[in-house]
């Protein structure tokens, strides 16, 4: 009788896992028709000038991702921008293959998006265990693709074919400016590409960085602490730590017509914090304007933190 019983119970469970799995098969299908269908239908809306149901798709998440590629290959370059767009709000790996496809697209301001959501939305260290990326990274630098963030990215792919790309960018920009977005200081293309040749060890490019660290403009000294993961040398971080006496304002941080404005000392201040994980017994956030009691325990830190 147990037996029995148990033999019953089996099969029952059985043919339920089975009728379960009837039901669902199906119904994850017509889920991904759907999404197909919808980004289908919104990039046909936006062809003719209607960008909403694709601004719409984003509320699906990295589900639309799949459903992309097509669409960062075609011929108007309004929707591969759309596609783009969607892409650099993800954080999701999948969008990373992608985004390394829209590298390459005819258009500067494609490319120069795509760059900025890799280094902005993805570990750099995860990128870096991706090859394919580097020879993208590389061959959008060939193409003129001088955006900030392209050249930086480049640094995690060290090797002849990197510094020669880099050498490359050098030899033709000449007094070329980029910027690594819209509210960041624009600065010569030759110290985004000096960060990226010093992190792979170039010594030149390394005294470059000293000296603009120590005397450069106030853009070129914002920019530099503006991207202090970049910057692995111990002596350039130290040159950069004298912006903790600059008093001077700078643009970010706060909004536009608010006083007061951050300086370039609080700059350098939260971004030497944050670099190398400083203990302070302070708090602070991106808006914070440092005391000068705050400014000197960063500076004895920082000195207990990074020895010369």
Known sequence: MNRWYAWSLSLLT?????????????????????????????????????????SQLGEQGAKIIPYLQPYLRDEDEMVRLQAVALLTASDDPAAIPLLAL?????????????????????????????PELGEALRASLDQGNDAAAAILLLSY?????????????????????????????????????????????????????????ADGSLAEREFLLSVLREIDSPEVLHALASALDDTREIG???PSGIQPQRRLCDLAATSLIKRLNLKVNFSFSGQHRFTPAEIDAVRQAMVAGLPR
């Open 14 to 54: 059985t043919a339920l896992v089975l009728i379960l799995l009837i039901f669902q098969f199906p119904q994850g299908i017509a889920m991904n028709d759907d999404i197909s269908s919808q980004v289908n239908t919104a990039f046909a809306a936006a062809r003719k000038g209607d960008y909403e149901p694709v």
């Open 102 to 130: 829209a590298l390459s697209d005819p258009l500067q301001d494609i490319r120069a998006r795509a760059a900025l959501a890799l280094y902005e939305r993805h570990d750099p260290l995860q990128l870096a265990e991706r």
């Open 252 to 254: 970010g941080g706060v």
């Open 157 to 213: 792919y060290p090797g002849e074919s990197t510094s020669a790309a880099l050498q490359a960018l050098d030899e033709r920009v000449g007094d070329a400016q980029t910027e690594l977005a819209a509210w960041t200081p624009v600065v010569p293309v030759t110290l985004v590409t000096a960060i990226s040749r010093s992190r792979i060890g170039d010594q030149a490019a390394r005294r470059m960085l000293l000296q603009t660290s």
